[in-house]
């Protein structure tokens, strides 16, 4: 029964040293915008956001406004750090939120090497009215991480 069990997991273990190497971990960070009567999918129109210590992580070419109509913002956080900053920049005004997570390095195979893996996602910090965690791990599904209500 023993030898049985370890014959189940050995295609797990030998697919890690193949070429195309099964990777979950991301750096991207998905936020969804919704109405704060109802929680329906918001359209927010953006100039840009920015990250602390960073180039524009999303942003319009010539300062002009992108309209994310119903759709999810991907920012990508700092893979090197616990935390990242966000500074939203909308028409008239511009909102903070500061994230936390924790970092893992994991080693894949000898042909993948290493990844980060980040979890236990946290608002450390925001200036918008109401937001939620709703995902903690940041992985390459892309599922929404954090809800922010207007």
Not at 31 to 44: C, H, M, N, P, Q
Not at 60 to 83: I, R
Request: glycine share 4%.
């Amino acid at each position: 029964m023993k030898n049985a069990f370890w014959l189940l997991l050995l295609p797990l273990f030998s697919c890690l040293d193949q070429p195309d190497c099964l990777r979950t971990a991301d750096t991207a960070l998905v936020i969804s915008f919704r109405k704060l009567e109802g929680g329906a999918r918001d359209t927010v129109v953006l100039y840009q956001v920015a990250a602390a210590g960073a180039d524009s992580v999303f942003y319009s070419p010539a300062n002009v406004p992108d309209t994310l109509k119903g759709v999810n913002a991907l920012l990508a956080v700092n893979p090197f750090n616990t935390e990242t900053l966000f500074t939203f920049y909308f028409h008239e005004s511009e909102k903070e939120l500061h994230v936390g997570y924790n970092r893992q390095v994991r080693f894949v195979s000898d042909e993948c090497g290493s990844e980060v893996f980040l979890s236990s996602l946290e608002i450390l910090n925001t200036t918008f009215d109401s937001v939620r965690v709703v995902n903690h791990q940041l992985t390459k599904s892309r599922v929404v991480n954090i809800e922010i209500f207007n």
